[in-house]
């Protein structure tokens, strides 16, 4: 019977640790830039850009979300722009039902993420259906 008690008591640590395993700091496949993924208040994961590899313009000036299809949040710079929304925890290494927004393009895509191990997170952003979008390799910083 005890055996069985520490079972259910430990049961939700063991699955709030899985689901916060996705949180850290993480490189892109492109490699110009690192996201913080974080878990928020309301229990989603999110991520934000906190370190580019080439934070300035061709002109020496901070990079901006220039390609942002809403004219009035183009002057925002890229480092500490979210990029990842309202990701939610699934199961076991998986999320979903989240948004990311490529800077690059302006656009907005789903999201599904797959942790494959510690230091490998797939990212699939897509439109639709997520078997027509595209996989991306990220890999852990920390």
Same mark, same amino acid.
């Given at each position: 019977? %005890?055996?069985? +008690?520490?079972?259910?008591?430990?049961?939700?640590?063991?699955?709030? @640790?899985?689901?916060?395993?996705?949180?850290?700091?993480?490189? !892109?496949?492109?490699?110009? =830039?690192?996201?913080?993924?974080?878990?928020?208040?309301?229990?989603?994961? !999110?991520? $934000?850009?906190?370190?580019? @590899?080439?934070?300035?313009n061709e002109?020496?000036?901070? $990079?901006?979300? $220039?390609?942002?299809?809403?004219?009035?949040? +183009?002057?925002?710079?890229?480092?500490?722009?979210?990029i990842i929304?309202?990701?939610?925890?699934?199961?076991?290494?998986?999320?979903?039902?989240?948004?990311?927004?490529? @800077? +690059?393009?302006? /656009?907005?895509? =789903?999201?599904?993420?797959?942790? /494959?191990?510690?230091? %490998?997170?797939?990212? +699939?952003?897509?439109?639709?259906?997520?078997?027509i979008g /595209?996989? %991306?390799?990220?890999?852990?910083?920390?």
């Amino acid at each position: 019977m %005890t055996l069985i +008690r520490l079972i259910f008591t430990l049961l939700p640590f063991f699955l709030i @640790a899985q689901e916060n395993n996705i949180c850290g700091i993480w490189l !892109e496949e492109k490699k110009q =830039s690192h996201i913080e993924i974080y878990q928020t208040e309301k229990g989603l994961f !999110e991520g $934000k850009i906190i370190w580019l @590899a080439e934070p300035l313009n061709e002109n020496g000036e901070i $990079k901006k979300d $220039k390609e942002n299809p809403n004219e009035l949040l +183009r002057g925002q710079t890229l480092k500490g722009l979210t990029i990842i929304k309202k990701l939610e925890y699934l199961d076991k290494n998986e999320w979903g039902n989240g948004t990311i927004y490529d @800077a +690059r393009s302006g /656009k907005t895509y =789903s999201l599904n993420a797959n942790l /494959k191990n510690d230091k %490998t997170l797939f990212m +699939r952003g897509y439109i639709g259906f997520s078997f027509i979008g /595209k996989t %991306t390799t990220w890999t852990k910083v920390n």
